[in-house]
């Protein structure tokens, strides 16, 4: 199963990933999404995270600006409000992932164009909503399931086992990989 980090503001210093990225990449996750929704300046922000980002053997996504992740050749992840930009970014990007929290949206999200899909919360997250559980995960068509990025709630290697055993594509978190059990 793929490895997703997400990279939050709360966990680095505005100016510096370099701790950051290098707490988390122990656990070498596959794709890092680099997830500010405080930023008043993204695009530098992403520059500074991709300069120090790119070292590393991820897969790098920035979050929502397909037209600056096109700029960088690389991934965009695309929030629920959002996700009627998946076909002009999945013409243009590598990756394309988009952010759902239903089998149907999920469903559409993929008939778009979308690579992978995220569904959340799987389990219980601060302020994310009642959580899916893996059972939610186990009802997936198959088809959605291998393109499925389980996210919500995943902090430790209980709730990866429990989501491993679904057969989705990857997990995604931000605590996991900084190894903070609550928060956020």
Known sequence: MKKY???DPNYYPLRDFSNLLARAYRLRPDFICLRDK???NYPALARRFLFQARRY???LVLHNDYLLAKAYRCGVHLSANR???IKAAARSLPLTIASCHSANEAKRALKNGADFVTLSPIFATPNKGEPKGATFLNALE???RKKTIALGGIIDDR????VAETGVFAFASIR???GVKDGV
Request: hydrophobic share 45%.
């Open 83 to 85: 996700r009627y930009e």
């Open 38 to 40: 405080k930023t008043r």
């Open 159 to 162: 709730e990866i086992a429990a």
């Open 5 to 7: 980090m997400i990279a």
């Open 176 to 178: 996991y990989f900084l």
């Open 57 to 59: 053997k991820a897969r």
């Open 142 to 144: 198959p088809t959605i």
